[in-house]
């Protein structure tokens, strides 16, 4: 498995690969890699010639600096578990003066108001941060195509506005939700819960699922009562957001309409750490 810390050698590397037209599959991450990850990874080496992984926790995107400071890294075991996946795996692990050359900021992005809803509301210059380093990846690697979790759908919906925006050349692959098997979404800052809160945090994904039957038969008010009155009974979670959106939009409904697509988006604190999921809600 190669390793790269250098953008310089990197390019220098894939540009060959690239003349020779072989497809060059991208997950771009932040490393602490569980099987979400590992998911995304999977795909692209069923998929294309060559695949790519970038670990990097890219500052610009945290709002939070406590956030950004406690954010696992944990390359060694990272490259151990791409090991023991595969030999064909190329990795970019840059510091951050390789990306951001002395002068750590986001550029500006418009993504057609999909930046204003949400994470983007509640985690302000985020989105900025990501379409930095989002673009920046793909400038580098000039991935054929990229792949990006549904787990952060938002960021899915904003980095397929960015290519289509900036006319870059990637296909932009979404991949499912990774679960683990009490029904919590896998994320690195999982790691950072006890025990026992990474058990209770299980009821997010139960709470979402009967959110969604109630969708069905109830209104978007209902359902927003629902959500709220769930998670007041257990204190220990601090709902900052549950929205109902329409999904290529992510604008938040008051009242249904037929043939549209809604999923259900929530942002949630346990033990300070802020979680978020997502489901289709029909
Ligand atoms: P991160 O390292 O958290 O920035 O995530 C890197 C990529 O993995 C993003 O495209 C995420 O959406 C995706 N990802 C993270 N967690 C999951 C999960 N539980 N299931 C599927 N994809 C995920």
């Known amino acids: 498995m190669l390793i790269f810390n250098k953008k310089s050698d990197l390019s220098a590397f894939l540009s060959p690969l690239l003349n020779q037209n072989k497809s060059i599959g991208f997950v771009p991450t932040m490393g602490a890699l569980h099987q979400g990850h590992l998911s995304l990874l999977k795909k692209s080496l069923l998929e294309n010639d060559v695949t790519v992984m970038s670990i990097f926790v890219n500052p610009t995107q945290f709002n939070n600096t406590e956030d950004l400071d406690k954010y696992p890294r944990t390359l060694e075991r990272d490259v151990q578990i791409m090991q023991d996946l595969s030999n064909n795996i190329i990795v970019y692990a840059p510091e951050v003066e390789d990306i951001y050359e002395g002068y750590t900021a986001s550029e500006s992005f418009d993504y057609d108001g999909l930046e204003n809803q949400m994470e983007g509301k509640h985690r302000p210059g985020h989105f900025d941060g990501v379409g930095t380093i989002v673009k920046r990846l793909f400038e580098i690697v000039k991935p054929s195509k990229a792949y990006f979790g549904e787990k952060d759908f938002q960021q899915l919906q904003i980095v397929k506005k960015l290519v289509s925006k900036y006319n870059i050349s990637v296909e932009i692959i979404g991949c499912p939700i990774h679960r683990e098997a009490n029904g919590l979404a896998m994320s690195s800052r999982n790691e950072r819960l006890s025990e026992p809160a990474r058990e209770k945090a299980a009821i997010i994904y139960q709470i979402l699922n009967s959110a969604k039957e109630i969708f069905k038969r109830n209104s978007v008010v209902e359902t927003h009562q629902f959500v709220e009155n769930e998670f007041k009974k257990h204190p220990e979670f601090q709902l900052e957001y549950f929205e109902i959106a329409e999904e290529t ?22 033990e300070n750490i802020r979680l978020i999921d997502n489901i289709s809600l029909n």
């Open 249 to 270: 939009t992510l604008l938040p409904i008051s009242e249904k309409e037929s043939n549209k697509k809604y999923r259900g988006f929530i942002a949630i604190f346990i």
